[in-house]
């Protein structure tokens, strides 16, 4: 599995995405600009020594990203407003999960274009804008590794 972080602004989010990727062998992708220095001492502590186990790469832009992976992958959009939760997914063991910036989440054209794959977390509580982003990364890996039956699980 990939996790793709689009732009994320809080260390201690990246930091657990980081850590919860390392743990269960998922592939972690940085899209700049992010808003944090990557030696910040908040992301480094919310990852603890789980960087040294974690595949991951940066990226210097959305474009580029798109340009070096493989064109056939498939790609998730998880943000509120799409018309598919995210457990009604089928996912597989080579799709990519996207998340956005925690204040601003993911750009609504790139929403638009891929309507398809635009996938919400269910929301009970109309006054609870959102949820944290590492809990929705959390939430919707864990589903994807479920769908694939926990495989490679210790």
């Known amino acids: ?8 602004e ?3 989010n990246t930091g657990n995405v980081a850590r919860l990727c390392a743990a269960t062998r998922t592939t972690l992708h940085l899209i700049e ?4 220095a990557l030696d910040d001492a908040q992301l480094k502590r919310a990852g603890m020594d789980y960087w040294r186990h974690l595949t991951w790469h940066r990226w210097k832009n959305w474009t580029t990203f798109v340009a070096q992976i493989n064109p056939a992958a498939r790609l998730w959009f998880i943000e509120s407003g799409g018309a598919r939760h995210y457990a009604e997914a089928q996912f597989r063991a080579d799709d990519y999960l996207i998340f956005g910036r ?4 993911l750009p609504i054209q790139l929403l638009e274009e891929n309507r398809e794959r ?6 009970f509580n109309a006054e609870a804008r959102s949820l944290n982003l590492s809990n929705c990364v959390a939430l919707v890996l864990y589903e994807a590794l479920r769908q694939q039956g926990f495989d490679g699980e210790l």
């Open 102 to 105: 925690e204040t601003a989440g």
């Open 1 to 8: 599995m990939h996790i793709v972080l689009v732009e994320p």
């Open 10 to 12: 809080i260390p201690p």
């Open 33 to 36: 600009p992010l808003g944090f």
């Open 118 to 123: 635009w996938l919400r977390i269910p929301m």
